[in-house]
């Protein structure tokens, strides 16, 4: 049986990641069902503690998540999971944007004017990619 699954990054501000993320990809963040939230306070299967509002909506603080607009079939979700720890270390894993027709450069610039930190450029034959890093520091690449 083949297994399906979903990203998952650690993050101090999992919301505005997510934020950032979505605008990055042309990605949507999921939405909250506030409703729900409040009756799992209600019923005592959450604490007000679990949750903060985002943007004036009431979230559950331990993460948020985004999707592809054409839905899970199309690509995996990504999750953002709080965490208080820091980022210490490079990572051993990042994802790498494909641009398809569009100017790689044209989604560096506006991902450096979002807060991104440019690394370096890389090429291996005719293929050539920018690494950045998130606000968080979370790497990443560009290519088409």
């Not at 559950?60 to 999707?67: D, S, V």
């Not at 991104?116 to 990619?129: C, K, R, Y």
């Amino acid at each position: 049986m083949a297994y399906t699954f979903q990203v998952t990054m650690d993050s101090a501000a999992p919301h505005a990641l997510a934020d950032w993320w979505a605008e990055a990809l042309g990605w949507e963040v999921e939405p909250s069902d506030e409703e729900f939230i409040r009756k799992m306070i209600a019923a005592g299967r959450a604490t007000e503690e679990d949750t903060t509002t985002h943007r004036g909506v009431l979230v559950w603080k331990a993460g948020q998540g985004i999707r592809h607009p054409e839905g899970l079939e199309r690509a995996p979700r990504i999750l953002f999971q709080f965490i208080e720890e820091p980022k210490t270390v490079k990572n051993r894993l990042h994802l790498d944007v494909r641009t398809g027709e569009e100017d790689p450069r044209a989604l560096v610039e506006r991902l450096l004017a979002k807060g991104a930190e440019h690394l370096h450029e890389g090429n291996q034959g005719p293929f050539t990619w920018t690494t950045l890093t998130d606000p968080e520091g979370n790497e990443l690449c560009v290519s088409h």
